[in-house]
C-alpha cells in the first residue's frame, strides 16, 4: 500500500458528537467510515449503544455496525485483523478513510497494533470467576486497580469478563494486560492523523444525561427486555443494559437505574478521556469545530505528501 494513503482517527468520551463529526468528514472527503465501537458490532444492541441511525448510515458507508451477533466471541485481535482487512479495501477506492469511537483499545488495535498475550492459568479464571459469583465484582476491581490502573482507567466498569481477564493476566504472568497492548507500536503502512474531542465536563455531562433520556424514549428497557435470555454473555455486562437487568430483577427501581445509568456512563467517559489524555499525538478540538478540523486535516495532509520520501 503506497504511504500516500492516511487514516483519520476521531476519538473522544461517549455523546460528545464524534458519530455527527465522522460523517461530516466522511462526506467532505468523500470516503468511509470504520466504527471502533466495541458494542456497535453487535446488531441484537442498537438504542443501548447509540448506534448510528438509518439516515446517518445513509449519509456515508459504514463498515463494523451490526456487523456480529452478540453470541460471536469477537476480540480486540480480531478487530484488529478485520480492520486492516477493511482499510485496505477502502484505499483502493479513497486515499483517507475515518474510522471513529470511543473504545481506545479498538482504536489502539488498528492504529499500534498488539502484541500477542502469553497464555494464563485456567485455574486462576476459575478462582476469580468463583470469587465473583459468591462475593461479587469489587474485590476483583479494587485488586484490578492496584495491579494495572492503565487498564484499569479504561475498562468499562460493568464488563465482568474484561476485568476478570485483566486480573487474570496480572496473576499469572506478573505482568500487566496495559504494558503489552501498547509495548511495541506496529509500523503501519499508511499515514494516521487523530482527532481527539472535549469540552467543559459540566456540559459533556448535560449531553450524557440527555442521551440516556432519549434512549428511554426510543425503547431501551424493551430491547434489554427482549435480551434477558443472553444477560450473561459478555456483550451485554455493560453500562445502559447491566442496569435495567437490575430493575427487571427487582433489585433496584426504575428511577434508581435510570440514575445509576447516567452516572456510569459520566464515570465511563472520565475513564475515556483519561486514556485518550495519555496520547500525544491526538489533537484536541472542540466537537462545534468541524471547519477547522476538516482544514486541519486537509493541511496535514498536504504537507505529509510534500515531504521527500
Known amino acids: 500500500m503506497a504511504k500516500n494513503k492516511t487514516l483519520i482517527v476521531i ?9 455527527a463529526l465522522a460523517i461530516t468528514m466522511a462526506r467532505h472527503f468523500n470516503t468511509e467510515i470504520i466504527s471502533a465501537d466495541s458494542r456497535q458490532f453487535f446488531r441484537e444492541m442498537s438504542i443501548g449503544t447509540a448506534k448510528p441511525h438509518a439516515d446517518e448510515l445513509a449519509a456515508a458507508k459504514h463498515h463494523f455496525i451490526d456487523s456480529h451477533t452478540i453470541t ?31 473504545s481506545g483499545l479498538y482504536l489502539d488495535a488498528v492504529t499500534k497494533g498488539f502484541d500477542e498475550l502469553p497464555d494464563t492459568d485456567m485455574e486462576i479464571r476459575n478462582q476469580l470467576n468463583l470469587l465473583f459469583e459468591t462475593e ?18 479504561k475498562v468499562d466498569q460493568a464488563n465482568t469478563q474484561r476485568l476478570i481477564r485483566g486480573l487474570e493476566f496480572f496473576l499469572s504472568t506478573g505482568k500487566k494486560v496495559s504494558a503489552f497492548l501498547t509495548n511495541s507500536k506496529k509500523q503501519r503502512p499508511f499515514n494516521i492523523i487523530k482527532i481527539g474531542l472535549n469540552m467543559e465536563r459540566s456540559l459533556l455531562y448535560e449531553r450524557i444525561n440527555h442521551r440516556v433520556d432519549l434512549m428511554l424514549q426510543e425503547g431501551l428497557l424493551a430491547e434489554v427486555e427482549s435480551l434477558q435470555a443472553f444477560r450473561e454473555l459478555n456483550a451485554l455486562k455493560t453500562v445502559g443494559y447491566a442496569e435495567l437487568f437490575d430493575y427487571l ?13 447516567k452516572q456510569n456512563t459520566r464515570r465511563f ?6 486514556w485518550f489524555r495519555r496520547d500525544e499525538q491526538i489533537h ?5 469545530q468541524s471547519d477547522t478540523i476538516i482544514n486541519f486535516v486537509a493541511d496535514s495532509i ?4 510534500k515531504l521527500p520520501l
Open 136 to 153: 461479587g465484582l469489587e474485590p476483583i476491581k479494587a485488586q484490578l486497580e492496584v495491579a494495572d490502573p492503565e487498564y484499569y482507567a
Open 11 to 19: 476519538a473522544g468520551p461517549t455523546a460528545i458528537g464524534k458519530t
Open 302 to 305: 498536504n504537507k505529509t505528501n
Open 249 to 261: 430483577d427487582g433489585t433496584i427501581t426504575y428511577d434508581i437505574a435510570v440514575e445509576k445509568i
Open 269 to 274: 467517559a472520565k475513564r475515556q478521556l483519561t
Open 72 to 102: 460471536t466471541l469477537f476480540s480486540t485481535g480480531d478487530f484488529e485483523k478485520q480492520a486492516l482487512e477493511v482499510l485496505d479495501e477502502i484505499f483502493t477506492r479513497h486515499d483517507l478513510a475515518i474510522m471513529v469511537g470511543g
Open 284 to 288: 484536541w478540538f472542540s466537537p462545534d
